[in-house]
């Protein structure tokens, strides 16, 4: 098996992409193929509340688009716990999934295609919202904070990374523009 075979690597594409909260031997800007991503999934434990969740991503399937976040390689001393650590946080609504994960230029380094894991949220879940207009989501942002901090907050971050990375979120972009016009 080559280097790259034993690697195991995070793909974040929400506030991973700003924030891992988990030991990693180095992170690379990556993306992935065939999603987009949509502010389509309820927290009422990180940026809302029981009863007032706020609204943050998931990623649905999306032939021929991309999705641009951050990969993090794991090593092989903490790969379990940090997959324990997040199956267990992530456990109210998302499901980790494998998918091919293409890098970005990583620092000096080209690096090959690989393969990451990554947390979807499910339709069955009980805490997924699913499609609304963008103007219904502004107004669900705009109000919703959580022990995490604001709703609001999240997206602008979200927004910021992409900006600085010069990636595409059409669903993004629109939501952080009505949200500081
Ligand atoms: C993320 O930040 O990429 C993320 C983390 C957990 C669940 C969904 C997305």
């Known amino acids: ?62 032939p021929g688009a991309t999705c641009f976040g951050m990969a993090y390689r794991l090593t092989p001393q ?7 650590h997040l199956d267990h946080r992530e456990r109210g609504g998302y499901e980790r999934i494998e998918a091919a994960l293409h890098f970005e230029q990583c620092g ?27 103007d219904e989501i502004a107004a669900q942002v705009r109000i919703a904070y959580g022990p995490s901090g604001t709703n609001l907050e999240y997206v602008l971050e979200l927004a910021r990374f992409l900006r600085e990375h010069r990636a595409q979120d059409d669903h993004v972009f629109a939501l952080a523009e009505l949200l500081t016009r």
């Open 108 to 134: 000096e380094r080209e690096r090959e295609a690989s393969t990451a894991w990554l947390y979807i949220a499910t339709p069955s879940n009980h805490n997924y919202l699913g499609p609304a207009g963008l």
């Open 1 to 62: 098996m080559s280097e790259a075979g034993n690697d195991h690597w995070i793909f974040g594409y929400g506030s991973l992409v700003w924030r891992a909260g988990f030991p990693y031997a180095e992170r690379c800007p990556a993306w992935i193929q065939g999603y987009s991503r949509r502010f389509w999934q309820g927290s009422t434990d990180h940026r809302g509340r029981p009863g007032a969740p706020g609204r943050v991503v998931t990623l649905v399937r999306d």
């Open 78 to 84: 903490d790969r379990s716990d940090v997959l324990d």
